[in-house]
């Protein structure tokens, strides 16, 4: 991964687009005190080289029915390791416990965020689900069906403090 150099109006672009996806160019230009051409070169600039992944409209999950968070800790089990084959994961050999597993929670739309951890446990979910009943279907018909998972340890959100998907970008 190659990070871009990035100058303050880049930072400030950034910082604005982060609160609000849907200004216009216009807007941005205004919040940024650029004319609108510059600042479009640099949206596309930053888009082009991927430090703007997508623009997306964030759901709340209680509105839609789902007002359970949990964070589960995933154990695999330890086999060996084949690489090759044809499908797989950047960085994983093809055939390993954690490529299948991974490939596998893609297809899982209750798992909204999967992460490689270091540490005891090997992958940490964030589930979003109706209830608990939900949470338990979830549980005991998907992941620990999963052949490769050994163990799993689940705790839930109880309040909402802080939660923003903004990166600190000024400074």
Not at 137 to 143: D, H, I, S, V
Request: aromatic share 6%.
């Amino acid at each position: 991964m190659s990070k871009i150099e990035l100058d303050k109006t880049d930072r400030k672009i950034l910082s604005v687009l982060q609160t609000d996806g849907r200004l216009s160019n216009q807007d941005v230009a205004e919040r940024v005190n650029l004319s609108p051409s510059p600042c479009l070169r640099r949206i596309k600039r930053l888009e082009e080289a991927g430090v703007i992944r997508q623009y997306v409209a964030l759901v709340d999950p209680d509105k839609i029915g789902l007002g359970l968070l949990a964070y589960v800790n995933v154990r695999l089990e330890k086999h060996s390791e084949v690489a090759g084959g044809a499908r797989g994961t950047p960085g994983l050999p093809a055939t390993s416990p954690r490529n299948d597993f991974a490939i596998s929670v893609g297809t899982w739309p209750e798992v909204v965020a999967c992460y490689a951890m270091t540490g005891e446990m090997d992958f940490l979910l964030r589930v979003h689900v109706e209830d608990m009943d939900h949470f338990s279907r979830f549980m005991m018909g998907t992941l620990l069906k999963h052949p490769a998972v050994l163990d799993v340890k689940s705790s839930f959100a109880l309040q909402r403090i802080k939660e923003t998907t903004a990166l600190p970008v000024v400074g």
